[in-house]
């Protein structure tokens, strides 16, 4: 983790940078159609992969943001992430809360006791603003972006929600 993103293969090239909320139903949408294929880069250590846990959808989002940077305390970050997304409720719902983040947790290896203490104490709030600020600082207006050696795929290309037009744009990039 830097001070901007959940970093994997630090040395790897090329570099796809992942602007996400945890709440961002277009988010999800994305992760359904492409989350694997990201998910065995950083796995695989075919590309540096970066995550950017956005918060800008309302207090919730601030939660799991934090929470998610507590998963890698852990190293559980990418099933952290899955589970989030998987089981996404209803921008602001309530839903998560301090029990089912902790469960949630629990769902995925992490350790009750250590987990929900970072949750609790927020100990990554400070992480959280400096991923938004720098997300501002860099222009990412919209949630989900994905950027590839800095440049955003094509939003109109439909790359976004068609797996094979994303592995086709990783390509075009030099992803193998």
């Known amino acids: ?62 939660i799991l943001a934090n929470a998610s940077a507590c998963s890698a305390d852990e190293g559980k970050f990418l099933e952290f992430h899955d589970y989030l997304f998987k089981n996404q409720k209803p921008e602001n719902s309530g839903y998560w809360g301090l029990s089912r983040l902790t469960a949630a947790g629990v769902a995925v290896g992490l350790k009750q006791s250590t987990f929900e203490a970072c949750v609790k104490s927020g100990k990554y709030a400070k992480w959280v603003e400096n991923v938004a600020a720098d997300g501002g600082n860099s222009n990412i207006n919209q949630t989900p972006t994905v950027l590839i050696n800095g440049k955003e795929i094509d939003r109109n290309g439909g790359a976004y929600l068609d797996a094979a037009l994303f592995k086709k744009a990783l390509a075009d990039a030099g992803v193998k």
């Open 1 to 62: 983790m830097d001070g901007y993103g959940l970093v994997f293969n630090d040395t790897a090239k090329p570099q796809i940078d992942v602007w996400e909320d945890f709440q961002c139903p277009a988010c999800k949408n994305f992760e359904d159609a492409n989350g694997a294929q990201v998910r065995e880069l950083a796995q695989n250590g075919k590309a540096r992969v970066v995550f950017h846990a956005l918060s800008f959808l309302g207090a919730e989002s601030v």
